[in-house]
């Protein structure tokens, strides 16, 4: 069985979820290959996924033990 993890971040006045699947991500009801895809789409500028959705700040305090 494959973990979901959510995320999410506001931008232009809009909360955008997006949900990390074994393949890749699931926004508004379509697969995307990246976190990076869909933060693209969303802004339309070239960002870090990772980055935009919060989701390797999440993951560093996750490493050093933070809740």
């Not at 931008?11 to 290959?33: A, C, L, S």
């Not at 895809?37 to 033990?65: C, D, Y």
Request: no cysteine; aromatic share 8%.
């Amino acid at each position: 069985m494959s973990k979901k993890r959510p995320a999410g971040r506001e931008w232009g006045g809009t909360r955008h979820e997006v949900t990390v699947v074994e393949n890749g991500v699931m926004f508004r009801g379509k697969r995307y290959r990246s976190l990076s895809q869909v933060a693209r789409m969303i802004t339309g500028r070239q960002w870090s996924g990772p980055l935009f959705f919060g989701v390797k700040a999440r993951a560093k305090e996750a490493a050093n033990g933070a809740r």
